[in-house]
């Protein structure tokens, strides 16, 4: 069964410290992957999305993600993180990037100044 | 560009009533779009897939008779709550994709649903 996993339900960071947060899928073959971040109350916002080419992706509000086949992994980053990232961060996966998507259970990013 | 709307961004219903809630594509033609269910803390679950003028296809477990999806124009779907129970209450996100081959799903901003 096709499955994504966020392993980190809950991570805190201070305010200028670097961000990884993990993102692991299970497919039959190397899907469209996304990252999306979602604010209290509100939508998913695309912050970035691979589907083929480099594996190192450069997303909006200074994230990136790097895609690594042989570990099923598709984490995000970012140097220096900001309060405003505070937010829940979603990862999904899909057979192509306008079919029907499956998230992974989401991790909730605190930023503490 | 690739705006999603939904509205109401919030209601509040008595048990045993019907909700109505609207996705639209503000300024692109969705041939797809689709409703997710979120829980409290927890991820977004698909409920189903609505193709302009097709019936919708429903995700395991989704009755579709309780959530009616009507896509009826390729900037506008409604996804219909019937007979509202408290254990409906949730917070409903749809998507749209602006047609076959493009790659990106684009969403609303969420309607939270409570059923009193």
């Known amino acids: 069964a096709q499955s994504v996993t966020q392993p980190d339900i809950h991570i805190t960071v201070s305010e200028g410290a670097s961000l990884e947060l993990r993102c692991n899928y299970s497919?039959?073959?190397?899907?469209?992957l996304f990252w999306y971040v979602q604010s209290p109350g509100q939508g998913l916002q695309l912050l970035l999305k691979?589907?083929?080419?480099?594996?190192l992706v450069q997303g909006i509000k200074g994230f990136e993600a790097e895609f690594k086949r042989s570990q099923s992994s598709f984490n995000l980053r970012k140097p220096s993180v900001h309060w405003s990232d505070a937010a829940e961060y979603f990862c999904?996966?899909?057979?192509?990037?306008?079919?029907?998507?499956?998230f992974g259970t989401g991790t909730q990013l605190k930023v503490e100044l | 560009g690739a705006v999603v709307s939904q509205h109401p961004s919030w209601v509040i219903c008595k048990s045993g009533t019907s909700v109505k809630i609207e996705c639209r594509s503000l300024?692109?033609?969705?041939?797809?779009m689709f409703w997710y269910r979120q829980f409290p803390k927890q991820s977004l679950m698909l409920m189903a897939t609505?193709?302009?003028?097709?019936?919708?296809?429903?995700e395991q477990g989704v009755e579709k008779d309780k959530f009616l999806i009507n896509h009826a124009s390729l900037t506008l779907s409604t996804l219909t709550v019937t007979s509202a129970h408290p254990e409906d209450s949730s917070f409903y996100i749809c998507?749209?994709?602006?047609?076959?081959?493009?790659?990106?799903?684009?969403f609303g901003p969420g309607t939270r649903l409570t059923v009193l």
């Open positions: 691979y589907f083929s080419g480099d594996t």
């Open positions: 300024d692109f033609q969705a041939t797809t």
């Open positions: 999904a996966a899909g057979t192509g990037g306008g079919n029907k998507l499956t």
């Open positions: 609505s193709n302009e003028g097709s019936k919708a296809t429903y």
């Open positions: 998507s749209a994709r602006a047609g076959p081959g493009t790659d990106t799903q684009y």
């Open positions: 497919y039959g073959a190397t899907p469209y």
